[in-house]
C-alpha cells in the first residue's frame, strides 16, 4: 500500500469512529479530498484507492488537471471547486467542474449558470457562510442566507445543494462543535424548504469529528492524505 492509499485509509477510519461516536452511519458522510497544488501522480494514487470525489481551489490548475483525466478516459471522478471564485474564472468552472462551494453572491451565480453548457447537468452549487464573521473570509452572513438561497434555487444552471463554511480555528472541541452547529441548524432550515439541499460541506483535518457530530455530510481533507503542500508552485 503506498502513502497516499495508507493515508486515505486512516482518514477514512477517523470519518466511521467520529460517526459511530454520534450514531451516525458513515456512509452519510462524503470524503472531498482536497488535491490543490498536488500533481496529477498524486491523484491517480487516490484514485487506485478508491477515491474519487476531488477539491481545487486554484481554477486553472482543478482544469488541468481534469482535462488529464479525461484524456486518460477516467470520467468516474467527481470535480469540487472551493476556492474564492472571480468573475472573469467563473465560465472555466461552469465548464469543467461538478460542483462549486463558493458561491457567496448572485453575481456569480448568475454567471456560472447562464455560462453552465447545455449538455452538462446543473452546476451542484453551496452557498458559502462566512460563519466566524472574519474579513479575510469569503462568505455571506447568516442573516443573508434566505434571500440568497432563494435568488440562487431559480437559476436553471444551477442545483442548490446546500452550505459551506471555513470556521475560524478554534481550540477546543466544544468551540469547534458550537460553531458548527450553527451551520448545522441553517442547514437543516434549508432542506425544509428547498428538495435538492442534502450536503453541508463542513470540517477539515483539525475539526472533523466535531463537524460530522454536528451533522456535516461532507468533509474536505487535504494533508492528511497527500502530505504538505508546495505553494511556491502557485
Not at 449558470?113 to 474579513?135: F, K, M, T
Request: a negative charge; one cysteine or more; charged letters at 20%.
Amino acid at each position: 500500500m503506498n502513502d497516499i492509499a495508507h493515508n486515505l485509509a486512516q482518514v477514512r477510519d477517523k470519518i466511521s469512529a467520529a460517526a459511530a461516536r454520534c450514531g451516525r452511519a458513515s456512509e452519510e458522510i462524503t470524503l472531498l479530498a482536497v488535491s490543490k497544488t498536488k500533481p496529477a501522480s498524486a491523484i491517480a494514487e487516490a484514485i487506485d484507492a478508491g477515491q474519487r470525489a476531488f477539491g481545487e481551489n486554484y481554477v486553472q490548475e482543478g482544469v488541468d488537471k481534469i482535462h488529464h483525466f479525461q484524456q486518460q478516459g477516467i470520467c468516474t471522478l467527481q470535480w469540487h471547486f472551493i476556492g474564492p471564485l472571480q468573475s472573469n474564472k467563473s465560465r472555466l468552472v461552469a465548464e469543467n467542474f461538478d460542483w462549486c462551494h463558493t458561491v457567496d453572491r448572485l453575481r456569480i451565480a448568475s454567471r456560472l449558470s447562464e455560462q453552465r453548457p447545455a449538455h452538462l447537468p446543473p452546476l451542484n452549487v453551496l452557498i458559502q457562510i462566512n460563519i466566524s464573521d472574519e474579513q479575510s473570509k469569503s462568505g455571506i452572513a447568516l442573516v443573508d442566507l434566505d434571500a440568497l438561497a432563494a435568488q440562487v434555487a431559480e437559476l436553471p444552471g444551477l442545483c442548490l445543494r446546500g452550505l459551506m463554511a471555513i470556521p475560524a480555528p478554534q481550540a477546543d472541541y466544544e468551540g469547534q462543535f458550537a460553531v458548527a452547529r450553527q451551520m448545522a441548524v441553517a442547514f437543516e432550515a434549508l432542506k425544509t424548504r428547498y428538495p435538492t439541499v442534502d450536503t453541508l460541506s463542513l470540517g477539515m483535518s483539525d475539526d472533523m469529528s466535531a463537524a460530522i457530530a454536528a451533522g456535516s455530510t461532507m468533509v474536505r481533507i487535504g494533508t492528511a492524505i497527500f502530505g504538505a503542500r508546495d505553494y511556491t508552485k502557485n
